[in-house]
């Protein structure tokens, strides 16, 4: 009798599940954000906006606030007199600026930034888990999208863009993508074509991180349509959302600067291009082309016409978008850890970020393969193939890694939903608690986790200790309470760390040199001249000519192990040596200030 009433309120759950999505949803998302809320909230208590990106995001956001022109992105607190020309857009300030505004006068202007900076990720994963869950009930199984849930909780990687104050674009790209994939799986043609046009035209309005999973993506439902001709709807719709909505992207959100000919953002040079594939789409979804070699040639032919549009008209953006001097390359930009391949991490990172995109693509290739024969095999196969390029894009860049994690989410769960209910049947409890959990964990990437939980040599634990110990004076160079005595000074343009500029400028009254943009250039070499000079005269001469008046230092943080490393006798070692030129003079802070501070005297 017992066991007939466990079957019984197991199957009116699994209807509710089925039947109540749209409840479940929000139980769901609700749920997580009170979850990440809880997590993070002793930073949102002290806005401890950790990554030099979401700073510079409130700096902007601020900026506007206070007066800044709707087109004028440049970031007027770095890299002076001209400012900083960001390469972002507008598109993910909208509610960061939206929910100060309306709480300022409620609860003022430093609380109106924590609620806004709280908030803002957590919106980008309503989208996201709404996408998931479509996605997961089209192509898996009505009653399978808790699976992929509880997989994507497990996925820290891609958790992390939608944390609490991590208010840079990320979130929203990511969105984006399962937004895409979302419409990829719709099964009414139109409807697809459009979500996953739109979709893609706003990340690409964002900025242009997701491009090589948004071409693939696009270049899937084209071959769609060249395998079967009834897909010309989906075709058709995608081509004209995505044509209109990168215009209206352009439109209304480019910058001043943006609007040059820019290699690394949505600029005349790709949106000429996207109009241009866009309208070849649209001519091949309304074309009678009988046989699908037949439409796969058109394809081609429509294919090579872009790109030989795009290499004619902008020789200048076939190498990589940044653009930046061989100089800022080996100085700067390799040494960013998001730039680096995963292979170059600590095996315990590699095998946590890793775990789920290996596994991901394995299960979406098995589920293509099942697959094969029924309609949803174009879907997986999308699927596999954005999975498998993410993944290897990790041998690249370890930055691939949210995008990786996300896309693994749905093999995993398609694993999950063939595994996991066979378990829960078995007659041994054993199986039912143990086994369940043994593969939950296999499937999610919590495995890793536990194989990083082993212990360390001791020596990698007295290092590690050390490294802590060093660490934690240098991080309080980035509290509220230590940025609010500089706060104290009068404004000033301050040559200080490239990473510590963003922080500085979102904090306080001051100005910085240089932040970690690529576009930001010369001002960045202007810094990493400074600091490797053994002639304290580079400093000088930098000082000057970008208005500086205070050399501000936070001795032990991460960049200063570079100088100190490859610059032993530069002028920073020199500083913390206490060889300091006549043209500087100290500037008393409090005793417990983990900064270092002189003025300019001449």
């Known amino acids: 009798m017992q066991d007939r009433n466990d079957a019984q309120f197991e199957d009116r759950l699994m209807d509710w599940i089925e039947r109540r999505w749209r409840t479940v949803f929000w139980l769901m998302f609700l749920g997580a954000c009170a979850y990440l809320l809880y997590y993070r909230w002793g930073q949102v208590r002290w806005l401890a906006l950790s990554d030099t990106d979401d700073n510079l995001r409130l700096a902007e956001v601020k900026a506007w606030l206070g007066g800044q022109a709707w087109f004028d992105l440049r970031q007027y607190k770095l890299a002076p007199p001209g400012g900083l020309n960001v390469h972002w857009s507008r598109i993910v300030d909208l509610p960061i600026a939206a929910m100060i505004l309306v709480f300022r006068p409620l609860v003022g202007e430093f609380t109106a930034e924590r609620i806004a900076c709280a908030?803002?990720?957590?919106?980008?994963?309503?989208?996201?888990?709404?996408?998931?869950?479509?996605?997961?009930?089209?192509?898996?199984?009505?009653?399978?999208?808790?699976?992929?849930?509880?997989?994507?909780?497990?996925?820290?990687?891609?958790?992390?863009?939608?944390?609490?104050?991590?208010?840079?674009?990320?979130?929203?790209?990511?969105?984006?993508?399962?937004?895409?994939?979302?419409?990829?799986?719709?099964?009414?043609?139109?409807?697809?074509?459009?979500?996953?046009?739109?979709?893609?035209?706003?990340?690409?309005?964002?900025?242009?991180?997701?491009?090589?999973?948004?071409?693939?993506?696009?270049?899937?439902?084209?071959?769609?349509?060249?395998?079967?001709?009834?897909?010309?709807?989906?075709?058709?719709?995608?081509?004209?959302?995505?044509?209109?909505?990168?215009?209206?992207?352009?439109a209304g959100f480019a910058s001043y600067d943006n609007r040059r000919m820019m290699c690394d953002v949505l600029s005349p040079v790709y949106l000429s291009t996207l109009l241009l594939t866009s309208a070849l789409m649209l001519g091949l979804s309304l074309a009678a082309i009988r046989g699908p070699w037949w439409r796969l040639a058109a394809l081609a032919a429509a294919g090579a016409a872009i790109a030989v549009f795009f290499a004619l008209s902008f020789p200048q953006c076939l190498g990589a978008p940044e653009s930046i001097s061989p100089e800022l390359k080996l100085l700067w930009f390799d040494?960013?850890?998001?730039?680096?391949?995963?292979?170059?991490?600590?095996?315990?990172?590699?095998?946590?970020?890793?775990?789920?995109?290996?596994?991901?693509?394995?299960?979406?290739?098995?589920?293509?393969?099942?697959?094969?024969?029924?309609?949803?095999?174009?879907?997986?196969?999308?699927?596999?193939?954005?999975?498998?390029?993410?993944?290897?894009?990790?041998?690249?860049?370890?930055?691939?890694?949210?995008?990786?994690?996300?896309?693994?989410?749905?093999g995993a769960a398609a694993l999950g939903w063939r595994l996991l209910p066979r378990l829960l049947d078995s007659a041994s409890s054993l199986v039912r608690v143990g086994g369940t959990l043994v593969v939950f964990f296999a499937l999610s990437g919590q495995v890793a986790q536990f194989v990083a939980m082993i212990p360390k040599?001791?020596?990698?634990?007295?290092?590690?200790?050390?490294?802590?110990?060093?660490?934690?004076?240098?991080?309080?160079?980035?509290?509220?309470?230590?940025?609010?005595?500089?706060?104290?000074?009068?404004?000033?343009?301050?040559?200080?760390?490239?990473?510590?500029?963003?922080?500085?400028?979102?904090?306080?009254?001051?100005?910085a040199v240089a932040g970690p943009y690529h576009r930001n250039g010369d001002a960045i070499l202007d810094v990493q001249h400074s600091f490797r000079a053994t002639s304290p005269e580079v400093a000088h001469a930098v000082m000057k000519r970008r208005g500086a008046t205070m050399l501000l230092l936070c001795p032990g943080m991460a960049e200063s192990t570079i100088y100190k490393a490859r610059a032993p006798h530069g002028f920073y070692t020199q500083l913390m040596d206490g060889k300091i030129?006549?043209?500087?003079?100290?500037?008393?802070?409090?005793?417990?200030?983990?900064?270092?501070?002189?003025?300019?005297?001449?």
């Open 457 to 511: 040599p001791a020596k990698e634990v007295r290092k590690e200790k050390a490294r802590a110990e060093a660490d934690r004076q240098p991080r309080r160079c980035t509290t509220l309470p230590a940025l609010a005595q500089l706060d104290r000074l009068p404004a000033a343009t301050m040559l200080t760390f490239i990473d510590l500029g963003p922080r500085l400028i979102a904090m306080t009254r001051h100005s």
């Open 335 to 410: 040494n960013i850890r998001e730039v680096k391949p995963l292979t170059t991490k600590p095996w315990r990172d590699a095998l946590q970020t890793a775990w789920l995109p290996l596994i991901g693509t394995a299960g979406a290739i098995a589920a293509f393969w099942q697959a094969r024969r029924t309609e949803q095999a174009p879907v997986w196969a999308t699927i596999a193939l954005l999975s498998l390029l993410a993944t290897a894009g990790l041998a690249w860049q370890s930055r691939f890694g949210p995008q990786a994690q996300l896309l693994g989410v749905y």
């Open 581 to 602: 030129p006549g043209w500087l003079e100290p500037v008393e802070l409090p005793g417990n200030s983990p900064f270092r501070l002189w003025r300019r005297i001449d």
């Open 119 to 250: 908030v803002a990720p957590l919106l980008a994963l309503a989208p996201a888990l709404w996408a998931i869950v479509l996605t997961v009930r089209r192509t898996i199984h009505p009653r399978a999208y808790p699976i992929a849930f509880a997989v994507l909780m497990c996925a820290q990687t891609t958790l992390f863009m939608w944390m609490p104050l991590r208010i840079d674009h990320h979130g929203w790209q990511l969105a984006m993508l399962a937004l895409v994939v979302a419409g990829i799986a719709d099964r009414h043609p139109q409807r697809g074509g459009t979500v996953a046009g739109l979709a893609t035209a706003v990340s690409l309005g964002i900025g242009l991180e997701l491009i090589p999973m948004m071409a693939v993506a696009g270049a899937s439902i084209a071959l769609r349509w060249a395998w079967d001709r009834e897909q010309a709807d989906r075709l058709r719709a995608y081509a004209v959302a995505l044509g209109g909505g990168c215009a209206l992207a352009f």
